[in-house]
């Protein structure tokens, strides 16, 4: 059975800090990974990972995927009290024409001023 | 911007009414999909949907339908809402984009079943 795996479940820093979110996966045909983040309604689109070891950045955020090791971390250096959100991993794999996405549970980031 | 829109924000039904509940998306996507989000669950697939008229089924669908008519509107029925359908329900949307895609989200409906 797929499964994406995020940890830790949440967690609280204090504005400067820097985070590493976890997420692993077990998937077959994997096809990508992708990072969200969601404040208090939709999920917002962050990173899509498709190849090993390549990091993708946008600002305070980067992220890096191990296929090997099937996991993927995202780090955001610098927190402030706008990034208290919960991060969402996904795992893409191909369906029916489309791709069907395997969400983990999500990390809850608290961060405080 | 791509731009997807739920019918309601908040819903409150009793047990054993139907439920409707819509997304529109305005970019021409092909695909739609919903979701349910459930604490500790995180977001499970109910169904989705690759090209009008067509449907597939999620990893929950039990309890559930869909209709596809039209290319920017996918619905999710509840047949007969019980208790166990409270939830936060997300709707998405994606355009293939050579071998990968990005899901966008709309701003979702969070049902209460009394």
């Known amino acids: 059975e797929d499964k994406v795996v995020q940890s830790p479940l949440s967690l609280v820093v204090h504005e400067g800090d820097t985070v590493t979110l976890n997420c692993s996966y077990e998937?077959?045909?994997?096809?990508?990974l992708l990072w969200y983040k969601q404040e208090k309604k939709a999920p917002t689109f962050l990173f899509m990972l498709?190849?090993?070891?390549i990091e993708k950045k946008s600002g305070r955020l980067s992220s890096i995927l191990d296929k090997k090791e099937l996991f993927s971390i995202l780090n955001i250096t610098a927190t402030q009290t706008g990034d208290s959100a919960v991060y969402l991993c996904?795992?893409?794999?191909?369906?029916?024409?489309?791709?069907?996405?395997?969400f983990g549970t999500g990390t809850r980031l608290k961060v405080l001023a | 911007d791509v731009k997807v829109t739920q019918s309601s924000r908040y819903l409150v039904k009793r047990t054993g009414e139907k439920v409707f509940l819509e997304c529109v998306q305005d970019?021409?996507?092909?695909?739609m999909f919903w979701y349910r989000q459930d604490p500790g669950l995180g977001l499970r697939l109910i169904y989705f949907?690759?090209?009008?008229?067509?449907?597939e089924k999620g990893d929950i669908p039990e309890g559930y339908s869909v209709s596809r008519e039209k290319k920017e509107r996918f619905s999710l029925i509840l047949e007969s809402a019980s208790t166990n359908q409270t939830s936060m329900y997300l709707c998405?949307?994606?355009?293939?984009?050579?071998?990968?895609?990005?899901?966008?989200f709309g701003p979702g409906t969070r049902l209460l079943v009394l």
């Open positions: 998405a949307s994606s355009l293939p984009q050579g071998d990968w895609e990005t899901q966008y």
């Open positions: 998937v077959t045909n994997f096809r990508s």
């Open positions: 498709t190849s090993s070891g």
């Open positions: 996904a795992v893409a794999k191909p369906t029916s024409g489309t791709y069907k996405y395997i």
């Open positions: 970019m021409d996507h092909e695909n």
């Open positions: 949907s690759y090209d009008v008229k067509m449907k």
